[in-house]
């Protein structure tokens, strides 16, 4: 129990955001459907519905930050986009970036030859890998066996997605999607900020699990030139 209040420190800590938070993640642990729940399923509910909140936040603003890309996919605000991308049953596959996700998704974001909608194809890929991590499940229940592995895996993943938004390159020279802005007048760090949330709720719950489960994580080492995406087998 005091694992879970300080998992829920934790979450409740990076809620400060120019996107308002919903009650998505507060429970009525005498409710039916937490009647079957344990506190370490409770803290994969919390952590797959914030890091979905971090998301939303990303999203609006790589579509304001990047409006060309919004314009590939629809004539709509990046607000009803958004509320759109995340509020209607569309299985998470698009036309617009071939149906890709996971690390497909991902991969073609920093593809040159890709002409979709990048945005997309990003957050798109980072959800349903942060998905297949958890077993495919958004809910979780004492029957849901998970690996903390695979959720190591996306925290790593995460931080390779990151070094390549301020990395990689097209052949003009210009960043793939524009990210942070730093220079005399201005720093904005809000991009690293929300990224740095969604793995620092990743990791904590991989290694909290690790230790319930008695399972070891192998931890991946990569070089500074060459960052790859960890499976999911």
């Known amino acids: 129990m005091r694992i879970f209040f300080l998992f829920l420190l934790l979450l409740l800590s990076g809620c400060n955001s120019s996107l308002e938070r919903n009650d998505a993640t507060q429970y009525d642990k005498g409710s039916f459907s937490q009647l079957t729940k344990t506190d370490f399923d409770r803290?994969?509910?919390?952590?797959?519905?914030?890091?979905?909140?971090?998301?939303?936040?990303?999203?609006?603003?790589?579509?304001k930050r990047n409006p060309a890309e919004l314009r590939k996919t629809t004539s709509d605000s990046p607000e009803v986009t958004v509320n759109w991308l995340f509020s209607n049953s569309?299985?998470?596959?698009?036309?617009?970036?071939?149906?890709?996700?996971?690390?497909?998704?991902?991969?073609?974001?920093?593809?040159?030859?890709?002409?979709?909608?990048?945005?997309?194809?990003l957050i798109a890929g980072l959800?349903?890998?942060?998905?297949?991590?958890?077993?495919n499940q958004k809910e979780f229940d004492m029957f849901d066996s998970l690996d903390p592995q695979l959720i190591y895996n996306a925290a790593r993943n995460v931080e390779v997605i990151v070094?390549?938004?301020?990395?990689?390159?097209?052949?003009?020279?210009?960043l793939f999607l524009v990210t942070n802005e730093m220079n005399d007048n201005l720093q904005n760090l809000?991009?690293?900020?929300?990224?740095?949330?969604?793995?620092?709720?990743?990791?904590?719950?991989a290694s909290v699990l690790s230790e319930k489960k008695e399972r070891y994580i192998t931890r991946a080492i990569q070089?500074?030139?060459?960052?790859?995406?960890?499976?999911?087998?």
């Open 43 to 63: 803290m994969a509910d919390y952590e797959i519905k914030e890091n979905t909140q971090s998301l939303k936040i990303l999203a609006l603003k790589f579509y």
């Open 90 to 121: 569309h299985s998470w596959k698009f036309k617009e970036i071939n149906n890709a996700q996971g690390i497909e998704a991902l991969d073609q974001v920093f593809d040159e030859n890709f002409n979709g909608d990048r945005v997309l194809s």
């Open 127 to 135: 959800y349903t890998m942060l998905i297949t991590a958890h077993d």
């Open 163 to 174: 070094w390549r938004l301020s990395t990689k390159r097209k052949k003009n020279g210009k």
């Open 190 to 205: 809000t991009f690293e900020r929300e990224f740095g949330k969604i793995i620092g709720r990743t990791d904590y719950f």
């Open 223 to 233: 070089g500074t030139t060459i960052r790859v995406l960890l499976p999911f087998l």
